[in-house]
């Protein structure tokens, strides 16, 4: 080590000297350095010349400087020279020149407050450490906490986080940050938000343990670990906070300019709330106990608005208001009482007025009696043996006993606010693991040094040999890993120093002992520690000026403590005249606090009693026996036992200038502090040993410049860096191997780094002078060619000169034209010549190259020709070959099944045909009946012949008594015109009812469909009825025929029969007017023939169709066009060969025409026996009028014309009825034959399933019956596969088969087969979406089906707007009957989730990759920026190159998902917005890895990340994806990475880059300058100065104060409306979709 320090002091090398002012100087070496002598000379960095002395015989030569490359490294470790110069350097320009207030220190963070406001601290910077190595990124509180969290996860081992450091250095803070990290990426399993709680804790306890001090306006008077309870799934579940020696003195006195508790103040100036007038408060001015310091007053802190803030924070853990009044009553007792006048008595004596206010007010709000308290406040107790004597104060003592109980108050009241914290923090259950976070004070030396200074070191004495055995404990595990031979490594061990001050007769314990004495003072004590220890212990000094005073030899430095106080302080005594007092109080909270049991105060799990000096001593109160000393100590042994069961993590906080001046840097008070809190200790420690550590690759990526091209041959990597260190370091205990990392001695690492910048700069100095060679000999060419050039021209006028005269210039010029004219007939008679040749040449060439390209073209096509019928001709052969086979097997198969069918067939037929002939029978016996009819009216034609004959003969027998009763006729005739009116009454009655009987026949009729089932149920019922009805119409004819005889009998009674004519004309009339009704209906009968014979003719060539569809069937199972083309007529010949399918056709056929000539002959029956009703209807209307008119002329008639006219009225009725019957026997008929024709149908499906021949007008619609519906979804939905869907279908084909289906359940307006089956669609979709929630094939192929359907359900809704683009078929294929804009918008907000799911798995895939493709790897080949690393980059799980993730593996991700996408036919605009997020997100992640790994900010890495975007630029070209904005995203991270290559020097350089980073912050541009790092010595190292006046330039922008960019920002999704071409009618569902059930329409 000697030899090479000794070869480094060489000329230009710099070295560390000491400086009264900076701690240490750097110069630069002006002469080499020989052995043996004693001046070193030097010149420093301001120019002066400097002989600096050294001594020859120890050698002791000053430390050396790392290299500039080394300078600002994360990791101090990773520096080559380990000594306290290059820490204090490195320190200092990371965080003056860099801003960057943490960095590494092996395992300890170095954190430098900054007393400014950075951004640095936001949950944007938290997601970015989240799940990070801790070497990945810049060093930061966020990472220690990372580290602690992660190896908590892993090994399930308790961690702890030790954060120290003196007051004003940012402990707290620190710590605070620390829990708010976990808080963050561990939220609680309960609903109670645990974390909140947690991090709420911290305002309470800064509020009633933080003062202001000299140092710090928020200092943390008292130490607390905090632990951090997580369960199984390592969420926070618990806290709990422990406290440690709170500075309970502060409550009473403060030091000039300090403040008391922050409370104090907060309590104060919210005292005009009307719920504090009963405090009575005032400014805090006015209050002894808070007005020692002379401010009271804070600059930029609010009192009034963090008292707010502290209420609001207690009720979020649980203490109600009446708790928190009760705790500020307390606190407004405790200024009362120092506000208590204390009045001296003479010498002895001393007393409180009994009218003091204070007294009063402080009685009343603890509920105490003023009396007691003012003699307690004057009196004690003495207890003696024998009795107990009452002994007045005097004013000193009294004083001191108010302060005392000022203290204890709010000692005790600072346990019980802890408590009730870690009573609202407590959780039910097991913890799993838990992390504890300690915020404890650091090494104190001040001019006054007194017991608390004294606890405050011994504890730091403690934690100082944890952290010496933890560092020692990882240097062996890291060495005993790397098979490293482990030499023993020397380092202080303060175990002496402790046992000083704990061990048996140590310092406490003399002290309890003195304290114990009744009359123990500080003199005696401290003449003990001398007789024991002075001359004895090397670490125990007595002082020679001062008396009383002792010191002590810390492991940090030499500390004097003042003896004044320690007894005091230690025995920490309230006198129990007082403490009865308190005890009687009524305000529960302050009783309870002076109780016999004293309760746990959150700081000690057990309490340790501690036996009397002398038995016969009784103690004032038992809870003082244990004096302060032996509490801290006890519970500092416990804090060690917890501390040494957990993993620690050590965070060393630095205060960098008293002044509290933002990123000053005084390096006095630094260098003194990092020895104090270890640092150096740790660097000490790692250069003893092997503090420079570079992996394999590593140590090759950097320094292959040094390997020769036989080392590079070498294949295996490790053994290139074996052989390359033989000749690069001759000697071999300066390095050692182990498996996975080379160990470096201190030194060795700046000496490769010289080795190889001296590499360079040869490589460099050669190619300058190469290239400034080849600069200068192309200057001197020119230059030698101009030369000549004007040489010839001066040589030439030379020459004119000496020939020039008149006849010479007549000549020359006259030559010259001449010259010029022959000169050109030469040229163009040449150019003439080459121009015909030349044409000619390129006729025949043309000619030729024409000729060889027909003959060309010709033997190609030949050869196309010959081919395509060679092909043709194979494929043909192997096509019949193939299509015989299959042909072969359908048949057999078909016929089987055909055979079976046409039995089926056939028995229907037989069944129709029975039902037939029975129609038949009923038919014939209904002409019978008709024919009866006919024979009866026949009878009553001869009756009326015979009638008339013998109304002839009595009409002369009639005239006669006619006389006689004409004066009956008179009367007769005004009987008969009341009976007329009676009549005419009853004609309207009847009018009415017939009305109301067509209304409700009519109404009957409406609802005849719906109630056809219950007519079938009640049809036996009214066929009865209609029994009953003829019945008593048979009766009624019996009745009739009898009425018929007598009135016979008295034709003469004139008088009946007039009455009996006239009424009968009525009647006659009446059935005139039904009559034409009838032919109406008779007409309407004949229509409906028409109309039967019409669909008999549609349904005969159906039928002919059915049996040609069923004939293709059996043919193959073919398309129609497609069967006509590849079957020929050999073919056709090869399937009629057995005969049994003809024959089996022939049959149906004939089946067939049986059906159509029974149904025709039975139509014309029908048709026949209806012609003759009718005939006979027009007979009967004739003879009716006839008789009318008849009856009118005459005047008179017969009661047997009236009984004849009344039976063939009602005959008439009885036809009407029948021809009722007809048309619902044709019905019936009807609806048979529709049966058949279906069974037909279904029978031609079972057989073939396949298409018909004759190609249908298909309606773009599908049936699915309310049973199918679930085997839809499922088949469709949850088990579709998007990898096993055929390849060539039709993109989003579920969607459209799922419209269809709507479409379908429109068309028939069922709302209801509607409804289900959109909430079965949207279901099915959200079910499979959230089973498949991280499968980026099935959100990516539902989300493309789900917007498709969507524009589905927009393009056919029938509104303009989405209608302008559809073709005519597809505006009459618009749904008619239902409204679904609702399902739009429910299916809208659907495809919204399913994209976001979908960009979180695509982000969560790609995130993996984006750091090491974009900044880690190397795509620019050559260009390398793998510098030197700490132990906190080795100890990472570093990755080797060839496991790393490129830029081509983001590329080739990136392609998966743009060609998944295009696969599933998702929208190019839905595409684009993927595919911009995507490119925001690798922008993002990049960047904000930028700004926090100072490692990347080089020019190097900036050239690397511009190579990587256009890489991704070219992507974008490549899929046409340039108007998807994407590239705008990547414009921030391209401004960076431009920034990083700029030029960074003048007024001009700042200007061009405030103008160009228009993307970047003002604060984003700031870091990446500040994290400027150069990756060898060509490049420079970026000037303070021009950072400032880049950010004095920014200051205008207003930008805001953000860093980090939020990578979780998601872009808002649009789905723009795409009308699809697509034509519902030509979509084909193929069979892997399993849809057989869905019938198409």
């Not at 002395?53 to 790392?66: C, G």
């Not at 060495?479 to 030499?487: G, R």
């Not at 001062?546 to 005091?568: N, P, T, W």
Request: net charge neutral; charged share 25%.
């Amino acid at each position: 080590m000697e030899n090479m320090t000794l070869f480094t002091l060489l000329q230009y090398n710099s070295v560390w000297i000491p400086d009264p002012d900076e701690v240490w100087q750097s110069a630069e070496i002006t002469k080499d350095y020989k052995s043996g002598s004693d001046v070193l000379f030097l010149q420093l960095e301001d120019g002066t010349e400097l002989e600096y002395p050294v001594d020859p015989v120890k050698t002791l030569l000053p430390p050396l400087r790392n290299p500039d490359i080394l300078v600002g490294e994360n990791d101090l470790t990773a520096l080559s020279y380990l000594h306290e110069p290059a820490v204090l350097h490195n320190l200092k320009v990371r965080f003056v020149d860099s801003k960057l207030i943490y960095t590494y220190c092996g395992i300890i963070l170095v954190a430098i407050n900054p007393y400014k406001e950075i951004p640095i601290y936001g949950d944007a910077i938290i997601r970015a450490y989240s799940g990070q190595n801790m070497g990945d990124m810049d060093p930061h509180i966020f990472a220690v906490a990372e580290e602690a969290y992660k190896q908590m996860a892993r090994k399930n081992r308790n961690q702890s986080i030790i954060v120290s450091g003196e007051s004003g250095a940012g402990k707290t803070v620190s710590a605070r940050y620390a829990m708010r990290y976990f808080a963050t990426v561990s939220k609680s399993s309960s609903k109670a938000c645990v974390e909140d709680k947690v991090l709420a804790s911290n305002p309470i306890t800064e509020a009633i343990g933080n003062a202001k001090t000299t140092r710090n306006d928020n200092s943390s008077r008292f130490g607390k670990y905090t632990e951090i309870s997580f369960d199984n799934r390592y969420r926070i579940i618990g806290a709990n906070m422990r406290t440690y020696l709170l500075e309970k003195s502060r409550v009473v006195f403060q030091a000039e300019n300090e403040r008391n508790y922050h409370i104090f103040y907060q309590l104060c100036a919210s005292a005009d709330r009307p719920e504090f007038k009963h405090l009575k408060l005032d400014a805090a001015e006015n209050f002894n106990y808070v007005n020692f310091g002379g401010n009271s007053v804070i600059d930029g802190v609010d009192d009034r608005a963090d008292f707010t803030e502290t209420q609001k924070t207690l009720l979020l853990l649980g203490l109600n208001e009446d708790f928190q009044m009760d705790i500020f009553t307390v606190l407004a007792g405790v200024l009362h009482l120092g506000n208590v006048e204390i009045r001296a008595v003479g010498d002895e004596k001393s007393s409180v007025k009994h009218d003091d206010n204070h007294l009063k007010i402080f009685s009343r709000l603890l509920e105490i009696k003023p009396e007691e308290m003012a003699h307690g406040l004057c009196h004690r107790k003495i207890a003696t043996t024998s009795d107990t004597v009452i002994k007045p104060m005097t004013k000193f003592q009294a004083i001191n006993a108010r302060d005392a109980l000022a203290k204890h108050i709010y000692a005790h009241l600072f346990s019980c606010i802890v408590d009730n914290i870690n009573l609202t923090l407590q959780f039910s259950g097991k913890k799993h693991t838990f992390i504890g976070v300690l915020d404890i004070y650091g090494f104190e030396t001040f001019d006054v040094n007194s017991f608390e200074q004294f606890c405050i070191n011994y504890a730091n004495e403690k934690l100082q040999q944890q952290f010496n055995l933890h560092v020692f404990k990882l240097e062996q595990d890291e060495y005993m890993k790397e098979d490293i031979p482990w030499a023993l490594i020397e380092f202080n061990d303060n175990q002496p120093c402790i046992d000083l001050i704990e061990a048996k007769m140590g310092i406490l314990q003399l002290l309890d002992e003195e304290c114990l004495l009744p009359q123990g003072t500080e003199e005696n004590w401290l003449q003990k520690l001398v007789n024991n220890y002075e001359n004895k212990n090397p670490l125990f000094e007595k002082p020679r000026m001062l008396s009383k005073a002792f010191i002590i030899l810390h492991f940090a430095d030499k500390v004097q403590y003042e003896c004044e106080g320690f007894l005091e302080k230690n025995r920490d005594t309230l006198y129990e005249e007082l403490i009865n007092v308190l005890k009687k109080s009524k305000l529960h909270l302050l009783a309870n606090f002076f109780q016999e049991n004293e309760p746990s105060t959150g700081n000690l799990k057990a309490h340790i009693k501690v036996r009397p000096a002398r038995p016969g001593f009784k103690s004032f109160n038992k809870q003082h026996r244990t004096t302060v000393g032996s509490k801290f100590r006890n519970s500092l042994h416990l804090l060690m036992e917890t501390l040494n069961a957990t993993t620690p993590h050590y965070v060393r906080c630095i205060k960098p200038n008293d002044s509290k001046l933002p990123f000053e840097y005084d390096s006095k008070r630094v260098v003194q502090q990092l020895r104090a809190c270890g640092v150096l200790e740790t660097i000490r420690i790692s250069a003893q040993s092997y503090p420079s550590r570079w992996t394999y690759f590593e140590f090759f990526s950097r320094y292959r410049i040094l390997m020769s091209e036989q080392e590079l041959a070498i294949s295996d990597k490790k053994q290139i860096c074996k052989e390359v260190l033989k000749h690069l370091i001759q000697d071999p205990n300066q390095y050692e191997f182990g498996k996975t990392k080379i160990f470096f001695r201190a030194g060795q690492v700046a000496y490769l780094e010289k080795l190889r910048a001296d590499k360079l700069r040869t490589a460099s100095v050669t190619i300058q002078k190469n290239l400034r060679c080849w600069i200068q000999r192309k200057k001197f060419l020119e230059m030698k060619r101009a030369a000549i050039i004007i040489q010839q021209y001066v040589r030439g006028q030379r020459t004119i000169r000496h020939v020039l005269n008149a006849t010479t210039l007549k000549q020359a010029w006259a030559a010259v034209i001449i010259q010029k004219h022959w000169r050109r007939v030469l040229v163009w008679r040449l150019y003439q010549l080459i121009l015909v040749a030349t044409i000619t040449i390129q006729s025949h060439a043309r000619g030729w190259q024409a000729r060889r390209q027909y003959k060309k073209m010709l033997k190609d096509q030949k050869a196309l020709v010959i081919q395509k019928h060679v092909r043709a001709w194979l494929v043909r052969r192997r096509y019949q070959s193939i299509r015989r086979f299959v042909l072969n097997i359908q048949l057999s198969f078909r016929v089987k099944q055909l055979h079976k069918k046409l039995d089926e067939q056939s028995k229907e037929n037989k069944g129709l045909l029975e039902r037939l002939t029975h129609l038949s029978t009923i038919h014939s016996a209904d002409v019978s009946k008709y024919h009866k009819l006919e024979d009866e009216l026949q009878k009553t034609v001869k009756q009326r012949k015979i009638i008339e004959e013998q109304v002839k003969k009595s009409k002369g027998q009639t005239e006669q008594t006619l006389s006689d009763f004409r004066k009956q006729t008179l009367s007769l005739q005004a009987q008969n015109q009341k009976l007329e009116k009676q009549h005419q009454e009853q004609t309207q009655e009847m009018k009415g009812k017939m009305e109301e009987i067509t209304q409700q026949h009519l109404g009957d009729l409406e609802r005849e469909e719906r109630q056809r089932r219950k007519l079938e149920n009640n049809f036996q019922s009214q066929k009865e009825n209609y029994e009953k009805q003829i019945k008593a119409l048979i009766d009624e004819v019996t009745h009739l025929q009898k009425e018929r005889i007598q009135l016979q009998d008295q034709v003469q009674e004139e008088c009946l029969v007039n009455d009996g004519l006239r009424k009968d004309v009525a009647e006659l009339a009446n059935e005139a007017l039904v009559i034409p009704k009838l032919r109406g209906d008779i007409a309407t009968l004949e229509m409906k023939s028409q109309d039967l014979e019409m669909c008999l003719q549609k349904q005969r060539k159906e039928m002919r169709e059915k049996v040609e569809e069923i004939t293709k069937q059996l043919l193959g199972g073919l398309e129609g066009e497609e069967l006509r083309k590849r079957l020929s007529p050999e073919d056709m010949e090869q399937l009629n060969e057995d005969g049994e399918l003809w024959l089996a056709y022939e049959g149906l056929k004939r089946a067939t025409r049986v059906m159509e000539t029974h149904i025709q002959s039975q139509k014309e029956s029908y048709e026949k026996e209806i012609d003759e009703l009718s005939l006979r209807i027009d007979q009967l209307c004739e003879d009716t009028t006839h008789l009318h008119q008849k009856f009118q002329a005459e005047n008179s008639t017969n009661e047997n014309v009236r009984q004849e006219l009344t039976r063939l009225a009602k005959e008439n009725l009885d036809l009407v009825e029948r021809l009722e019957q007809k048309e619902n026997q044709i019905r019936k008929l009807q609806s048979q034959i529709k049966s058949l024709t279906k069974a037909i149908g279904k029978g031609n499906q079972t057989n073939g399933k396949v298409s018909p021949v004759v190609k249908k007008e298909y309606l773009g619609m599908l049936e699915c019956k309310s049973e199918d519906e679930e085997k839809l979804i499922k088949n469709l939905v949850l088990d579709l596969k998007p990898r096993g869907v055929v390849v060539n279908m039709i993109p989003v084909l579920p969607a459209n088969i799922l419209f269809m289906c709507v479409r379908y359940a429109d068309d028939i307006n069922d709302a209801e087969m509607l409804k289900s089956l959109m909430n079965s669609l949207l279901g099915g979709i959200k079910k499979v979406t959230k089973n498949h929630n991280e499968d980026f094939e099935i959100l990516s192929f539902w989300l493309s089906n789900s917007v498709h359907f969507l524009n589905c359900l927009k393009q056919y809704s029938g509104e303009e707007e989405f209608m302008k683009h559809n073709t005519p078929q597809q505006n009459n294929q618009c749904l008619r009957n239902f409204d679904l804009s609702e399902y739009r918008q429910i299916l809208s907000d659907l495809a919204i989730h399913i994209y976001q799911q979908l960009i979180q798995v695509m982000e969560d895939d790609l995130q993996p990759m984006i750091v090491p493709g974009m900044l880690e790897h190397e795509s620019l080949q050559g260009i390398s920026s793998m510098k030197p690393t700490g132990l906190r980059k080795r100890s990472s799980s570093y990755r080797e190159e060839i496991s790393k993730y490129t830029i081509s593996s983001i590329l080739q991700q990136l392609s998966y998902y743009f060609t998944t996408m295009c696969q599933h036919g998702m929208d190019t605009d839905l595409s684009k917005q993927s595919v911009k997020q995507l490119f925001f997100l690798i922008g993002a992640i990049t960047l904000n890895n930028l700004f926090l790994r100072k490692d990347m900010c080089s020019c190097r890495k900036g050239m690397q990340i511009r190579c990587n975007i256009s890489y991704l630029e070219e992507w974008l070209k490549e899929k046409n994806m340039q108007s998807s904005n994407a590239k705008e995203t990547l414009e921030p991270l391209s401004q960076a990475a431009w920034l990083l290559q700029v030029n960074k020097t003048t007024d001009d350089d700042a200007k061009e880059i405030c103008e160009r980073c228009s993307s970047l912050s003002a604060v984003q541009i700031i870091k990446i300058l500040n994290s400027y790092t150069p990756i060898d010595d060509f490049e420079k190292r970026l000037a303070p100065s021009f950072v400032r006046k880049v950010q004095s330039q920014l200051n205008s922008r207003g930008d805001g104060s953000t860093l980090i960019i939020d990578a979780k920002y998601h872009f808002q999704v649009t789905f723009p409306f795409t009308p699809s071409p697509q034509a519902l009618e030509a979509i084909q569902i193929p069979s892997s979709f399993k849809l057989n059930f869905l019938t198409r329409i």
